[in-house]
């Protein structure tokens, strides 16, 4: 979002979500007041996001959303076998990472924070999208 009033919300809402983390009242109060902007600026996909959370977070008091899984195959998952064949190894449930709602609110904050970049506007998607499919 480039309106410079629209910025300092959004830092406002990152740095309160760092040093306290969700405070419901304050947090859709703030993401109320930012949603304007993005209207404004004619970006749909991101009034859409900031109502969803906002919504999400009136009704469940948290933000149950996990940060979007990275979709491609990471070197490690596969190895060579001794017949120099590729075999895929399946990562153990330990080591995936905890679930943490402040984090995944930060992030999604952060990508709404520089939406031009086109990847941060199909992560936005992957959040809408789980926050239109949430069930608790």
Do not use: C, W
Not at 16 to 25: C, F, V
Not at 52 to 79: A, C, G, K, R
Request: negative net charge; charged residues 40%; proline residues 4%.
């Amino acid at each position: 979002m480039n309106n410079s009033k629209a910025q300092k919300i959004i830092k406002k809402i990152l740095q309160d979500l760092e040093h306290a983390g969700i405070i419901t009242n304050t947090l859709v109060a703030d993401l109320k007041e930012l949603r304007p902007y993005a209207v404004e600026e004619k970006r749909p996909v991101i009034a859409k996001a900031i109502r969803l959370t906002y919504e999400h977070i009136e009704e469940y008091y948290t933000f149950d959303i996990p940060i979007p899984e990275d979709d491609p195959v990471d070197e490690e998952d596969t190895i060579v076998d001794e017949d120099g064949e590729m075999e895929e190894v399946e990562q153990e449930e330990t080591e995936k990472r905890e679930f943490n709602a402040d984090e995944s609110l930060i992030y999604f904050i952060n990508l709404i924070k520089d939406a031009d970049n086109k990847h941060n506007i199909e992560e936005i998607r992957e959040y809408n999208k789980a926050l239109s499919d949430y069930e608790f």
